[in-house]
């Protein structure tokens, strides 16, 4: 089962800042926190993951809380090429079945013009 | 150029054929994986494999299975195929076993089984 709870649905208007939240509240300190997003009929694309730190790349920014138990996915500038559904995993560093990638049911954002 | 490459994009076929799916990663990864997104677009992992390990969900039914020839190749076989078989199915590869060395899976973009 997923461990994360994500918003069924968020808006986005085009051009704004996309800020996605995500809570993990049981995550482990060997777990790191990982966002991926699929747009329709494609397959999932990895956007960036973190395990403590603020993590920033050309696609987004991650934001993690202190104490770890929610995060923030923040896509600066939304285009209308950002709707997707997003998904947000945590994911352990050791070996075997706790290092696949559990996807839950994620967040439907659509960026409107 | 296409890093992680299904065959075939769309399968149609009658119940009780066996059929297969072929992927390719051309990243160097050392481990491939099957995800399974069923209608309600739920993906559920169904296998990981490197040339050491094998990790199989529970939950898939024996009919699945996964065939590597080399390491840049995980094909899946499916006999006997049911009706509820029919969904769309994802390769992915990324390095390492599972997950040691933290490397974000890429996905294929999936081959729609269609099961009648």
């Known amino acids: 089962d997923a461990k994360t709870t994500q918003p069924t649905s968020m808006d986005c208007a085009e051009g704004r800042a996309a800020n996605l939240p995500c809570n993990h509240s049981?995550?482990?300190?060997?777990?790191?926190v990982y966002w991926y997003r699929q747009i329709h009929s494609q397959g999932p694309q990895y956007i960036i993951h973190g395990l403590k730190n603020n993590e920033t790349n050309e696609m987004a920014s991650l934001i993690i809380t202190e104490d770890r138990k929610s995060s923030t996915l923040i896509l600066p500038h939304a285009t209308l090429r950002d709707t997707a559904v997003y998904y947000c995993?945590?994911?352990?560093?050791?070996?075997?079945?706790?290092?696949?990638?559990?996807f839950g049911k994620g967040t439907k954002l659509s960026v409107k013009p | 150029d296409t890093a992680v490459s299904q065959t075939p994009k769309y399968l149609v076929t009658q119940m009780g054929n066996d059929k297969s799916i072929k992927c390719e990663q051309n990243?160097?990864?050392?481990?491939m994986y099957w995800y399974k997104q069923d209608s309600k677009k739920f993906l559920k992992i169904m296998f990981s494999y490197n040339n050491k390990e094998l990790i199989i969900n529970e939950t898939v039914p024996n009919r699945f299975s996964p065939k590597s020839p080399d390491k840049a190749h995980l094909n899946l076989h499916i006999n006997s195929l049911e009706l509820g078989d029919s969904a769309v199915y994802f390769c992915?590869?990324?390095?390492?076993?599972?997950?040691?060395?933290?490397?974000?899976?890429?996905f294929g973009n999936g081959t729609r089984l269609t099961v009648t």
């Open positions: 992915a590869s990324s390095y390492g076993p599972t997950a040691s060395y933290n490397s974000p899976l890429h």
């Open positions: 049981t995550i482990s300190g060997n777990e790191y």
């Open positions: 995993i945590v994911r352990a560093l050791d070996g075997g079945s706790q290092g696949n990638l559990i």
């Open positions: 990243l160097g990864h050392d481990t």
